[in-house]
């Protein structure tokens, strides 16, 4: 909303990104100066950097993508605090170093941390003195997105095609549904075995249909019978809005 941007096709990379392909006509005629400065801009947390720049008032989302359940990324999923990773105030680090051991999982360790930094808060007298953001600023460090900024300010940067093969996981990198990505398992997105697994089996079904059509033609038919169908039309989807937002620009225009 902010920088204008309309047409944006969210692709998951095969691994462990996202890739965001911008296909507004203006931004793609952006100036590598203009790219980095955007990237600048929606950057909240810095790679490597000890905390987040700028706290939010709340982390919203972010807290619970941090610890539901029901999200891609949780404290027992990641194993947090399980190999002494700490990114706290350093006159926490040693009093809570030899509590962790104490707990059992992630969650216990994290609550101890939350619980640490709500009695800094309530302890604080005298003078007004700035919140401990310690808690948030640790959500924010695992779970805000990391930009690279060299790919999206790069005109001359290689970009990976959306339904290539990633290389060693074997997926495909494939469009994703906004609407629906809560139930978006990225273990099980179709890999370049089981593509083959399931047009070969579709082939054979074919070989004992009508063969009146041509080969180009069945093969086309085939694709539908797999399970990147559907992220093939929510490709097909993308690019007819782009379209229809294309018509009416120039009817506009004219």
Not at 96 to 119: I, N, T, V
Not at 165 to 173: A, I, Q
Not at 207 to 223: I, L, V
Request: glycine letters at 8%.
């Amino acid at each position: 909303e902010d920088l204008g941007v309309r047409h944006r096709l969210w692709v998951y990379s095969g691994r462990r990104g996202v890739h965001c392909w911008v296909c507004d006509d203006a931004v793609r005629k952006w100036s590598p100066a203009l790219r980095a400065a955007a990237v600048e801009y929606l950057s909240l947390v810095k790679v490597g950097a000890r905390g987040a720049r700028n706290p939010l008032p709340s982390p919203g989302p972010v807290e619970s993508g941090f610890t539901g359940s029901g999200h891609l990324l949780t404290l027992e999923k990641v194993g947090l605090w399980g190999c002494g990773h700490l990114l706290i105030l350093d006159k926490h680090r040693e009093p809570l170093q030899a509590e962790f051991p104490k707990k059992k999982d992630s969650l216990q360790r994290w609550e101890l941390l939350r619980g640490r930094m709500e009695r800094t808060r309530a302890s604080n007298r005298g003078p007004p003195v700035a919140p401990c953001y310690a808690d948030w600023e640790v959500m924010l460090q695992f779970c805000f997105p990391r930009l690279d900024i060299n790919v999206s300010k790069g005109l001359g940067h290689l970009l990976k095609s959306p339904f290539s093969v990633h290389p060693k996981t074997g997926r495909v990198s494939v469009p994703l549904d906004l609407q629906r990505l809560d139930q978006f398992d990225p273990f099980a997105v179709p890999t370049i075995t089981s593509l083959c697994h399931e047009l070969d089996t579709a082939g054979s079904d074919g070989e004992q249909e009508d063969t009146g059509e041509t080969e180009p033609k069945r093969r086309t038919r085939d694709y539908k019978k797999t399970s990147l169908a559907p992220y093939v039309r929510i490709f097909e989807q993308f690019v007819e809005g782009m379209e229809s937002a294309r018509r009416g620009e120039r009817i506009r225009r004219s």
